[in-house]
């Protein structure tokens, strides 16, 4: 086995492989060698059991505390999903409605800016700004929401619109996406998000949406956008109809977009929730990813791509908590945010609620004998180790009662455009 790791994790990892398997041991060695691992071999890693898999998520852990160290990170944020209202009836996603359906809702300018203000004043960094493609709002909704907020709030930090999202502004406003998301920048978005990535597989997206941006349209914006100095995160949803051959051949996608644009600050894997999905009801996904595979994909992602995207995220609202403490100890790093009012994946059956204070993520990841650290949105690190919180201090958020979506009123409201 390769020396280059810690002694301790070393010789955890060298008792190991005594009974691992060659196929894997020699991946394993690769890895620890800091050579690059191949979609083949990321088939083999996925496919692992026992001392195989016991090996792969020690691996996964050296490499991590190699590569970032024994931090974990997380940040301050709100979420805002402005309008569920959504013309594309994805069938892996519960959270768009037709605009006449009982649950639909659309926040108008007010109701958004009373958010981000109210997230400011809570201590948080950044707003994470996504919705439903609302035909009602128009093209210039987008621009609109950037530079209201940044009108009131010019330090906040404006995390928004998938590449789905300005694939829907270029065709309304008639503009090329290049043009679309210099405008964004210009008026103050800071990043994007990596999502709508789903799998970048053109066989997968026609079962999970006709009507979505194609795999290269996802490539060509999020290009575009690194481009122009706009950063984003990097995303996979798996447990569906997929496979480890997608996953692998995912996984080297994105390394490879990394390795062209340096623009993606990190890699979210977001396990299929399917409790609520057409896609499930109709037979056609199975119930989301095992345990085992959430390891996997997490421990894979250190390996495959720990060299370029350092940063590997865990989803808690995905995961669970529990969960979330095991993957950190399988190659991740990186706890996400707080996630005040997420809607998406609790509309589609996520059971593990919309928040989580930081202290709270302080207690976890103390918990696992790692280091807290709350960071910004491009991972500058604002505080490094255990805080003592004052429940009287309302940035510490303790007084926050997130509203429950599925089951409190929200105001259906139009966005002036």
Known sequence: MSNQTEAPASANIDQLMRGV???????????????????????TLFDTQGLDLMALMATADALRQRQVGDRVTYVKVRNINFTNVCYTACKFCEFGRQERDSEAYTF??????EQAVEAWNWGCTEVCMQGGLNPRLGGNIYLNLIRTLKEVLPDLHIH???????????QLLRKSPED??????????????????????????????????SAEAWVDIIKTAHRIGLRSTSTIM?????????????????????????????FVPLGFIHQNTRLYAEGLARPGPTGMENIKMHAVARLMLGQDIPNVQVSWVKLGLGMAQM??????????????????????????GQYVPPEEFERLILDIGRIPAERTTLYDIRH???????ASNPQTMREFEPV????SPVPTLQIEV
């Open 108 to 113: 108008n300018m007010d109701d958004i800016v």
């Open 180 to 213: 679309v998301l210099l405008e964004l920048k210009d008026a103050g978005l800071g990043s994007i998000p990596g999502t709508a990535a789903e799998i970048l597989d053109t066989e997968i997206r026609q079962i999970l949406t006709k009507n979505k941006l």
């Open 327 to 352: 993957c950190l100890q399988s190659g991740a790093n990186d706890f996400g945010g707080t996630l005040i009012n997420e809607r998406i994946s609790r509309m589609a059956g996520a059971t593990t």
């Open 238 to 266: 798996y447990g569906h109809v997929d496979a480890p051959r997608h996953w692998a051949a995912h996984m080297a996608l994105l390394r490879d977009i990394q390795r062209e644009t340096g623009g993606f600050t990190e």
């Open 160 to 170: 928004a619109f998938s590449p789905f999202e300005i694939q829907y502004a270029s």
């Open 384 to 390: 490094e180790g255990q805080r003592h919180y004052d």
């Open 21 to 43: 398997s060659v196929p894997v041991g020699h991946i394993l060695d690769k890895a620890l060698s800091d050579r690059e691992i191949s979609p083949e071999e990321a088939i």
């Open 404 to 407: 429950d979506a599925q089951t």
